[in-house]
Each structure stands twice: as structure tokens, then as C-alpha cells.
């Protein structure tokens, strides 16, 4: 009964170091994102992937980059880490699109410095 | 503008009061998503609904599609309910949610 699974829960990162943060999902859904979160500001998007094989970007996409390694898998990658990345990250999936039901995992929190 | 919007933004209460939390859309969508954030950090699914109204024993969501408004209930609210109530809208056909701010929910005993 594991839903999305996020490793690892907390990172802290000196500038220009590179890290990728793992996001599994035993539920056999199409659809996986990733979202940051910081204060004062709703989720925003960074990546998300409609099905295996297929990424898309979000609303926040530079800086990172992404792998939906197969069906349960989506693993979000930072190649050159900087201060602004600071925040939560969190890994969610669904069956399908947006009017299906949100699984999120249990928050990366990244800090850059 | 933000495209949902949630009100208030945070809101104090007496154990037992009844709250209401609102969240306003400016998109059509196809379904309205109501996530509880504990302080811990994670974050859940209460409701989705597309239209009318469901409830899950002292929650109760409801969603007014011609006026692009959703409203989160809580009756007898609990200390244990102090968490971040975050509304969420799914455009039609899209992937992609779009999320509101929040609202900090803190229930003193």
C-alpha cells in the first residue's frame, strides 16, 4: 500500500552540485508530476508526464530536467544546482488527466547553498 | 490574477466551530480538487468533484459551476484539523492542475 514513494525526503546541496530526487507510484497510473513549492505560492508545476515515454514542461521548467524511466518511475533531475531552487519538491500522479484523483508523495525539501 | 484564488488565507477557530473555506476559479474546468498539507509536509486528496456536493464524515465540499466557486466545510472542527487547505482545478482535457494558495487552518482547544 506504498502510493508515491519520494527519495530522499531531505537534501541540502552546495551551488553547482548536481542531484536527482526519485519518485515511484505502485497504483499503475498514466500520469506523474513534479511540483515545487515555496512560500507564499501555490504548487507550480515543473514537469509532468502524460504517459510512459512522454514528458512535458510545466510552468517552472528551467534548471531541470526529467525521466519517465517506465510506467512507475519519474525522476526529476538538477544539473547544476542554484540558490533559486531552494524549495519542497513534490512528486504526484493520477490515472489519467487532471479529473482523476491526486497521489502525491511525501515532499523533498532542497535546500541550495 | 491568479486563476483560483482562496479565501481566507489563513483562519483561527474554537474546537467545535463550524468552518468554511472558499476558492473561486476564473477557468472552465472539469474537476475541483480539495488537498489537506499536515505541518509534516504531505499532502492528500479530500474531494474531487465536478459537480453538486459530497462529503466525507465532517468534511463537506461543495462546487457551484455556474458561479466558478467551491466551498470546503468542516463541522465540529478538531485541533487535528489544523493543516494548509489547498484547492486545485483541472482544465478540461488537461494534464495540468492548477493550484491556489492556501489556507492555514489553525483549531485551538
Known amino acids: 500500500n506504498a502510493g508515491v514513494t519520494q527519495t530522499p525526503k531531505f537534501q541540502v546541496l552546495k551551488t553547482g552540485q548536481s542531484m536527482t530526487l526519485q519518485c515511484a507510484q505502485d497504483m499503475n497510473h498514466n500520469s506523474m508530476y513534479w511540483y515545487r513549492q515555496d512560500p507564499g505560492m501555490g504548487l507550480r508545476l515543473i514537469y509532468y508526464?502524460?504517459?510512459?515515454?512522454?514528458?512535458d514542461k510545466g510552468e517552472v521548467p528551467n534548471g531541470y530536467n526529467v525521466s519517465r524511466l517506465n510506467k512507475r518511475e519519474f525522476s526529476l533531475r538538477l544539473e547544476s544546482a542554484a540558490p533559486s531552487q531552494t524549495s519542497v519538491y513534490f512528486c504526484?500522479?493520477?490515472?489519467?488527466?487532471?479529473?482523476?484523483?491526486?497521489?502525491f508523495g511525501q515532499g523533498t525539501r532542497l535546500t541550495v547553498v | 490574477k491568479n486563476e483560483v484564488e482562496q479565501s481566507p488565507q489563513n483562519l483561527t477557530a474554537q474546537e467545535g466551530e463550524f468552518i468554511t473555506i472558499n476558492c473561486s476559479y476564473s477557468v472552465g474546468i472539469s474537476a475541483l480538487h480539495w488537498l489537506q498539507q499536515h505541518p509534516g509536509g504531505g499532502i492528500v486528496s479530500l474531494f474531487m468533484l465536478s459537480s453538486g456536493k459530497k462529503k466525507h464524515g465532517r468534511l463537506i465540499a461543495t462546487i457551484n459551476i455556474q458561479e466558478k466557486h467551491s466551498s470546503l466545510h468542516i463541522t465540529a472542527s478538531h485541533p487535528r484539523d489544523s493543516a494548509v487547505y489547498i484547492c486545485?482545478?483541472?482544465?478540461?482535457?488537461?494534464?495540468?492542475?492548477?493550484f491556489g494558495k492556501g489556507t492555514k487552518l489553525t483549531v485551538n482547544p
Open positions: 504526484a500522479s493520477s490515472y489519467t488527466k487532471s479529473n482523476t484523483e491526486a497521489f
Open positions: 508526464s502524460a504517459s510512459e515515454g512522454t514528458t
Open positions: 486545485a482545478v483541472g482544465q478540461g482535457g488537461s494534464e495540468k492542475l492548477v
